[in-house]
């Protein structure tokens, strides 16, 4: 259950990520249970967790870091990139569809839902005209923020989730942090 008392709200040191980050992942985005939008009001994109070296080592809990997700080119939010930005990805990536956003992401077997299987699952920090089921997606982890837990009510999970998301914010906010959106892995490159 989860613990009472206040929760830090940054995460790491402002000179950037330290081992074991970045950890790495890229999979198409697969359809969950169905929850994340539907019960919750925040869409949990899906990567499959098998073949990546590192995921039984890792612990379970929240982590924090980019996404890049290359978009149908048809998608309503692929919106125009400036060109003088310095962390987008480069020209012929951005025409492909390749774009970057802060995410926050659960790794585990949300002991809300108890679930059987081990899940990987992305809230990207963007708002989707539509869903981007089947797109390939990259990310690079640079923090872990805290352990899963069960909850007396989707409600409280649900605050936790949006703290999550605030401490994200806050902790890719700071110019060290910044930089990660600049790994070439975030836009389908090995
Ligand atoms: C940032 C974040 C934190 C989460 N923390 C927890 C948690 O502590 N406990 C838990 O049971 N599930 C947690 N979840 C997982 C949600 O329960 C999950 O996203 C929801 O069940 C949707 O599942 P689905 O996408 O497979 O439908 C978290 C999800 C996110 C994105
Ligand atoms: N900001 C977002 N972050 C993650 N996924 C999003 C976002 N906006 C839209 N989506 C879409 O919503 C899907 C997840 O919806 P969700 O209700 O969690 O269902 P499920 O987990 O069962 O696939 C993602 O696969 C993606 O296509």
New binding site residues.
């Given amino acids: 259950m989860r613990p009472d008392g206040p929760r830090p709200t940054i995460i790491g040191p402002d000179s950037g990520p330290e081992a074991p980050f970045p950890l790495r992942m890229k999979g198409k985005?697969?359809?969950?249970?169905?929850?994340?939008?539907?019960e919750?009001g925040?869409?949990?994109?899906?990567i499959p967790v098998e073949g990546v070296s590192w995921i039984d080592e890792a612990e379970s809990g929240v982590y924090f870091g980019w996404a890049g997700i290359q978009l149908p080119t048809s998608h309503p939010s692929l919106s125009p990139v400036p060109p003088s930005s310095s962390t987008a990805p480069p020209e012929d990536k951005v025409a492909e569809g390749w774009r970057i956003?802060p995410?926050v992401m659960s790794i585990g077997y949300n002991p809300f839902y108890k679930n059987k299987v081990r899940s990987a699952?992305?809230?990207?920090?963007?708002?989707?005209e539509?869903?981007?089921?089947g797109?390939e997606m990259a990310i690079s982890i640079l923090g872990y923020i805290r352990p899963e837990y069960d909850y007396v009510s989707v409600e409280a999970l649900i605050e936790d989730i949006n703290t999550d998301i605030e401490v994200s914010k806050r902790s890719l906010e700071r110019e060290a942090w910044q930089k990660g959106r600049e790994d070439r892995y975030l836009w389908g490159e090995e």
């Avoid at 699952?121 to 989707?128: A, D, G, I, Q």
């Avoid at 539509?130 to 089921?133: E, L």
């Fill in positions: 985005v697969v359809s969950g249970f169905g929850r994340g939008s539907k919750l925040i869409p949990t994109a899906n956003y995410m699952e992305v809230h990207v920090l963007h708002k989707f539509t869903d981007f089921y797109s």
